[in-house]
């Protein structure tokens, strides 16, 4: 499947989704969704809280369960069928804003467990690529600690690198910084910029909006379920179309 | 102290004994009557106790039935077996010493120090069991030993017992048919081993079934999780005597006639499932307090719904219940002198056996319960200390 996939040109959509609907029992989270994203492409999304950013991104990788419309991720769709979630699970990357760390495992056992039991890789194989990786996030040194034994800002990059190991095509951020003390967040913007530089499909859910001027191709603004506003970096900042986009927008860059 | 402390901040003295003494207690008058009348109540508890144990006591059961106390009516030419299964345990014991270290190495060392005083006790016994005992300690040394080779692996070891386990059972009942290890019918094992022997089937047994029942009251599948809830709810609601009078008396009134279950082979039976359901319910406290993020990540990184359980889920959510495992496995070996109600001669049944053998033992009712309040208390203890080291090494607690 993954040569398949790279015979396509790099401008094809990677990820498209068309109308889509989830509810919470009576509380509509996402009214009607539609977004399309190209390969190597970053996209922000930012939005009020409870404006069902984090629930989209999570629908992409099946976290969160959509009740209408498609979602085709890759070429694969989702549905109920547990194989395509798998498939896709092994595409996409994500990172959350509590880290998730595994706290029995080791740094490097966090990063090589998925490639080992997912790809069958061998062990030294495995730990070859965490420890580029771990050396890509700049923390090759914790390798052998345990997540709790390291501040917010380095699990973070753990983190990174661990959604990394299975080589994913696209990686999901779910507001990755907002945990984090101040003096944390660069360290972690620092490697997903990078990341934004090399290639990667991005979707980064996040209020750090010097991120989304730097390294975005396209800022999605959300509000109540849908996507309310989209441009580039520069024309969303610079002339904002929607009355809501300004008033988020005042909110968030007055202070 | 030091000749040239200019800028050094000089140390606090050594804790010398007075100094403890005089800190711990005497620091305050009350402190001092304390400490007095503590004393006073402590001189005359053990004057009492030491002077009834050494002087009016009558060990004469205890000490002329070892045997039946240790393994019950076993046939004694067939002791040899029970023999090869304590050699069997001396030399993993060793292994696992050298693999593992840590409190293994403090049960190696008990185990060495107890068959060596067994050797050396100086009451009349068969030179054949002396040196019997005496090769334990050996056979512990050899272990360690042999854990410098290639088979001292973590993995390796662990087969090691896995597959003593089985041997242990199969020795100990023998194969049809092959002549130089007969069957030995289940009625004859009793004492210490089939006390050990419950409460050993009871743990290895119930520990998975335990944690597939947890896994199953969490499922998503109603039929699965219904049964599970099930089982569950109606062994919990039972008392064990009662479980075990059903497993004896009444399961074999549902059996075709021509199929006997062995009654030992009923009671552990019996005994697993009731462990293994409170062990659900453990172990399912333990799935409940994994964070949802510990899944979704599990799922994100692409691991399937096995890998997820298996690998993060259930490590984390055993580690969580460690204490309360052990309590439960505490609990089930003491459980085992239930068995005498089903009239299995374990630990307790024997004592009462040994009581009744003898007409100038009948009344000395103290000196074996005594005794078998101690065996248990060693082991438990064991199993206990074993316990808080474990949660010490897995770091329960911190995080």
């Known amino acids: ?255 | 102290m030091s000749t040239n402390s200019t800028t050094v901040i000089r140390p606090p003295s050594p804790p010398g004994p007075v100094r403890w003494l005089k800190k711990n207690l005497f620091s305050t008058w009350y402190d001092t009557v304390l400490t007095i009348l503590a004393i006073v109540f402590l001189y005359f508890v053990l004057k009492g106790v030491l002077s009834w144990v050494l002087f009016t006591a009558n060990w004469a059961p205890v000490i002329n039935s070892p045997k039946l106390f240790a393994v019950g009516q076993y046939p004694p030419e067939q002791l040899w077996r029970v023999g090869t299964i304590l050699f069997m345990v001396s030399f993993l014991f060793g292994l696992s010493w050298r693999v593992w270290g840590g409190t293994v190495r403090t049960f190696a060392l008990a185990l060495v120090v107890a068959f060596s005083i067994m050797a050396l006790l100086p009451i009349s016994m068969d030179l054949k069991l002396r040196i019997g005992f005496l090769a334990n300690p050996i056979l512990t040394f050899i272990g360690y030993q042999a854990g410098r080779t290639p088979i001292g692996k973590s993995r390796w070891v662990a087969m090691g017992w896995l597959l003593s386990f089985v041997l242990t059972i199969l020795l100990l009942s023998g194969i049809e048919g092959i002549n130089w290890l007969p069957k030995v019918e289940t009625g004859l094992w009793g004492g210490l081993l089939l006390t050990f022997l419950l409460a050993l089937v009871g743990i290895v047994a119930s520990f998975p079934i335990g944690v597939l029942l947890a896994l199953g009251r969490q499922s998503k599948l109603p039929v699965l999780k219904g049964f599970c809830v099930l089982f569950i709810e109606i062994v919990r609601g039972v008392p064990l005597v009662t479980i075990l009078f059903m497993a004896s008396i009444i399961l074999p009134l549902f059996l075709p006639e021509g199929i006997r279950i062995d009654r030992v082979l009923r009671a552990m039976v019996g005994m697993t499932l009731f462990a293994a359901a409170y062990m659900a319910e453990n172990i399912r406290g333990g799935l409940q307090a994994i964070p949802v993020g510990q899944i979704e990540a599990a799922k994100a990184v692409g691991l399937n719904n096995f890998q997820a359980m298996g690998l993060i889920v259930l490590p984390q959510a055993l580690r969580l219940v460690i204490p309360t495992i052990v309590g439960q496995f505490i609990a089930l070996f003491m459980d085992t002198t239930l068995a005498a109600i089903v009239g299995l001669l374990e630990l307790l049944a024997i004592g009462r056996a040994v009581l009744e053998s003898n007409v100038e033992w009948k009344l000395l009712n103290m000196e074996v319960y005594l005794f078998i309040a101690v065996i248990f208390w060693v082991f438990n203890y064991a199993m206990s200390y074993a316990s808080r080291r474990l949660e010490v090494a897995l770091g329960v607690g911190e995080r």
């Open chain 1, 1 to 255: 499947m993954a040569e398949a996939n790279t015979t396509h040109s790099p401008n094809d959509d990677i990820i498209i989704c068309r109308d889509v609907h989830k509810w919470f029992d009576d509380f509509h989270v996402l009214q009607g969704v539609s977004l399309t994203i190209k390969r190597q492409e970053v996209v922000v999304i930012c939005g009020p809280s409870g404006s069902g950013k984090s629930t989209f991104i999570r629908t992409i990788n099946r976290l969160e369960e959509h009740q209408r419309g498609d979602i085709i991720v890759d070429g694969i769709e989702l549905s109920h069928d547990i194989r395509n979630i798998e498939a896709v699970r092994r595409e996409v990357g994500m990172v959350f804003q509590q880290f998730n760390l595994f706290p029995h495992l080791t740094v490097l056992q966090n990063v090589t467990l998925a490639p080992i039991w997912a790809r069958k890789w061998p062990n030294e194989k495995a730990e070859e690529t965490a420890m580029q990786l771990l050396e890509r996030v700049g923390i090759p040194e914790q390798a052998h600690k345990y997540p709790g034994q390291l501040s917010g800002g380095q699990q973070q990059r753990v983190a990174i690198a661990r959604a990394l190991a299975m080589q994913p095509k696209i990686m999901l951020f779910d507001e990755p910084t907002s945990a984090l003390d101040p003096e944390m967040i660069k360290e972690v913007l620092d490697v997903m910029r990078e990341l934004a530089y090399s290639g990667m499909t991005m979707i980064v859910v996040t209020h750090e909006m010097g991120f989304a001027k730097e390294a975005a191709n396209r800022i999605v603004f959300f509000d109540e379920g849908n996507i309310v506003e989209q441009n580039t970096p520069t024309e969303f900042f610079a002339n904002p179309e929607e009355e809501r986009t300004k008033l988020f927008l005042s909110q968030i860059l007055t202070h």
